[in-house]
């Protein structure tokens, strides 16, 4: 079975969120399940610059706004994600530096148009034609916006293969003028609302929508909440137009990154059978250390709350902002918090972080290593996110034995037990829910876990239980192995 993944992101070599993280993750994991899969990415500087050798598979040239470009193939090998990635060189648009879709002073690179229906038309063309990498895939599986063009330029060519289209997250659209519309010589007949246009502009990820064979989104939940008006974004009713073909795929995480017996970045290795507490404890006096925490063994007693993510409203990190004072009033709580994003919730947090000395640990800025730190050292993990189409940071607390607080939304819901009495008594409970999208709520499921945390007994069940859950990808890798198999897969040559 040939499968190619195109998207924007893969951890390690270009990662802004959880996107990333899947693109590295899933495609190892189809392959061990016996898929012969290939990532596409558009070739960032930032990818170029860890690429040691390279090859040329070959040259197209491929319609700009109102120019064509000269893309190069490059094929890298499996060095980098554990599966041959393909990168769509256009120095023009994507030889620049840092974020994918940022300018380095913030604002959106004016020709993203451009650049994502460049790389997409590409992606489709090296799709059907086999003359470049004498290799064709069975499936085009696409992600986000950024890919969602590629079923639309599919539909387009005679020999195509299948797509799926994956939403990853529904309010980051790939929205664009007409005129952009005209100048990248979209066929005319894209312009209705049955296809690309979106009140009154145009839309990418609508491409995917429409055009592609089968949608999936990251988690179950999520599928249906799309299809109303509250997290639909304006698209939940092309979504319920095409319900027949909606359905909804649980993210795993990669077991191997994310394990805390063998975790490079933790001072202090620790699994659910294996000194967890005492190894989850040694974290924790690490990292409130290296945060300029002065460590005792009352300081170790009191309970740390960690957060990591990007910082916009999303994540619900204003609810958290309203909450701190509140919560604060615990005189023994600590939060640590790793994130970056919207300049106003920055400019609110270290205005906290100052009125709250050594128990607002304040980190602005993006690491690696330290969310894996804060994920091993946190003793609770807050995730008050608006929405969360799957989430991944829940799934890494959970592993690392950190109960997550979260709001009961998407991937959320799908993934975390509430710590109702049924369910502790059941010995099934792992985090904490809360259902409205308010402080007052986040405060409510706070002040619970602060309890149960204060039960020893209780609360290390609460940990073993999580620590216990699998959710590695071999069961999301073969539902997505079966749809592509519906999609035609597999039925030719394996
Ligand atoms: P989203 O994709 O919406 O941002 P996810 O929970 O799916 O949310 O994934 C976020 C990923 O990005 C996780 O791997 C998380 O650890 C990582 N991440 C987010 N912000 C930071 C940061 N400031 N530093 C390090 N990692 C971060
Ligand atoms: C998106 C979502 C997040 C999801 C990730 C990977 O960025 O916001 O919930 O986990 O994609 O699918």
Not at 180 to 206: C, H, I, T, V, Y
Not at 289 to 314: A, C, N, T, W
Request: hydrophobic share 40%; proline share 6%; aromatic share 10%.
């Amino acid at each position: 079975m040939k499968i190619l993944f195109a998207a924007s992101e893969a951890y390690p070599l270009v990662k802004t969120g959880g996107l990333g993280d899947v693109i590295y993750s899933l495609p190892r994991a189809l392959q061990q399940q016996g898929a012969e899969v290939r990532v596409i990415l558009p070739a960032y500087r930032l990818v170029l610059e860890q690429m040691d050798s390279l090859r040329i598979a070959g040259w197209m040239q491929v319609q700009g706004a109102g120019r064509l470009h000269d893309a190069r193939i490059l094929e890298a090998g499996s060095r980098h994600l554990g599966v041959p990635l393909l990168l769509v060189d256009v120095p023009s648009l994507f030889d620049r530096p840092g974020n994918p879709y940022l300018h380095p002073e913030g604002y959106n690179w004016h020709d993203n148009a451009e650049r994502f229906t460049v790389f997409s038309r590409a992606v489709a063309r090296l799709a059907s034609d086999t003359r470049l990498l004498e290799w064709r895939p069975e499936v085009v599986h696409c992600h986000d916006w950024q890919a969602g063009l590629v079923p639309a330029f599919l539909s387009l060519e005679e020999q195509a293969p299948a797509s799926l289209f994956t939403i990853h997250n529904l309010s980051y659209a790939g929205i664009f003028s007409h005129q952009e519309f005209e100048q990248l010589a979209l066929p005319r007949s894209w312009w209705s609302p049955d296809a690309l246009e979106f009140f009154g502009n145009f839309s990418m990820l609508k491409g995917g929508i429409v055009f592609s064979q089968h949608i999936t989104t990251v988690s179950p939940t999520y599928a249906e909440e799309i299809q109303t008006p509250a997290f639909g974004y304006g698209f939940d009713g092309v979504l319920r137009a095409m319900r027949h073909k909606l359905s909804g795929i649980l993210n795993g995480i990669d077991l191997e990154t994310w394990n805390p017996a063998t975790d490079p970045f933790l001072p202090s290795h620790y699994s659910a059978r294996h000194r967890y507490l005492a190894g989850k404890r040694e974290n924790k006096a690490a990292l409130l250390q290296q945060l300029g925490v002065e460590v005792s063994d009352q300081v170790l007693e009191e309970p740390l709350l960690g957060f990591i993510g990007r910082l916009v409203e999303q994540k619900g990190i204003d609810l958290l902002i309203e909450a701190l004072p509140a919560l604060f009033t615990h005189p023994d709580v600590r939060l640590v918090l790793l994130g970056s994003g919207e300049s106003r919730f920055e400019t609110a947090l270290r205005e906290l972080a100052a009125l709250y000395p050594g128990r607002l640990l304040l980190n602005l800025g993006y690491s690696e290593e330290l969310s894996h730190r804060i994920e091993a050292a946190s003793d609770l993990f807050l995730m008050p996110s608006r929405f969360e189409p799957c989430g991944l940071n829940q799934l890494y607390s959970l592993r690392y034995g950190t109960p997550p607080v979260v709001h009961a939304v998407g991937g959320l819901v799908d993934t975390v037990v509430d710590a109702t009495p049924e369910n502790l008594e059941a010995g099934r409970a792992t985090g904490f829910h809360f259902h409205e999208p308010t402080s007052t709520a986040l405060l409510g499921a706070l002040e619970h876990a602060l309890r149960l945390y204060r039960n020893p007994p209780v609360w290390h069940q609460l940990i073993r239980t999580a620590m216990a859950q699998d959710f590695g990808w071999a069961r999301s890798a073969r539902r997505y192995l079966e749809l592509y198999r519906q999609l035609g897969a597999g039925t030719v040559d394996d």
